[in-house]
T-cell receptor
Framework: DQQVKQNSPSLSVQEGRISILNCDYTNSMFDYFLWYKKYPAEGPTFLISISSIKDKNEDGRFTVFLNKSAKHLSLHIVPSQPGDSAVYFC??????????FGTGTSLTVIP | EAGVAQSPRYKIIEKRQSVAFWCNPISGHATLYWYQQILGQGPKLLIQ????????DSQLPKDRFSAERLKGVDSTLKIQPAKLEDSAVYLCASSLLPVGYGYTFGSGTRLTVV
């Protein structure tokens, strides 16, 4: 039962443009969301988070938007850079100890 | 600060053999997690430790998987006997807070069972 879904396995964007990565979830009890970035042969690294009491969180070029009514999360990267090319995972927490991860979206930023 | 250390990086074994993975978390991180990431899927939690106690092992296949965290620092994850479907990357992560606001992951151990 996949509670966190990333329906786009891959995304290609031109350098300088906006990258939008999407994530949908099914459990309305999730209260905290994170985005992780993963390069090949490395572990995922924490990128940005958002609490369910907010609808937006910004950190430099990265902004996460949360739409609770739609159970939808998105990550915006502006402007996109070639170094942003990686696999991005969204993760959600439900009043407990573990985060449920999506299947990831592979982002390629074309120079 | 030093990151989460894992070893080995790669392991190939035959089915029904046993294997062990090692993890050294970031110094001072009380919470340690083992995740399994099968190719094409997101990481799935196997077990969570708070210091040397188990907080959540509900998704650990206990008939073949075991984990321990002696002295609340290093941890080992063992599979015995391994099955083909255990082929995956095993990720260790640690965090300061028990509920994991932003884990720090290690580079993982890629296990191939043939």
């Amino acid at each position: 039962d996949q509670q966190v879904k990333q329906n786009s396995p891959s995304l290609s964007v031109q350098e300088g443009r906006i990258s939008i990565l999407n994530c949908d979830y099914t459990n309305s009890m999730f209260d905290y969301f994170l985005w992780y970035k993963k390069y090949p042969a490395e572990g995922p690294t924490f990128l940005i988070s958002i609490s369910s009491i907010k609808d937006k969180n910004e950190d430099g070029r990265f902004t996460v938007f949360l739409n609770k009514s739609a159970k939808h999360l998105s990550l915006h990267i502006v402007p996109s850079q070639p170094g942003d090319s990686a696999v991005y995972f969204c993760a959600a927490r439900w009043t407990g100890n573990q985060f449920y991860f999506g299947t990831g979206t592979s982002l390629t930023v074309i120079p | 600060e030093a990151g989460v250390a894992q070893s080995p990086r790669y392991k190939i074994i035959e089915k029904r053999q046993s294997v062990a993975f090692w993890c050294n978390p970031i110094s001072g991180h009380a919470t340690l997690y083992w995740y399994q990431q099968i190719l094409g899927q997101g990481p799935k939690l196997l077990i969570q430790f708070q210091n040397n106690g188990v907080v959540d092992d509900s998704q650990l296949p206990k008939d073949r998987f075991s984990a321990e965290r002696l002295k609340g620092v290093d941890s080992t994850l063992k599979i015995q006997p391994a099955k083909l479907e255990d082929s995956a990357v095993y990720l260790c992560a640690s965090s300061l807070l028990p509920v994991g606001y932003g884990y720090t992951f290690g580079s993982g151990t890629r296990l191939t069972v043939v």
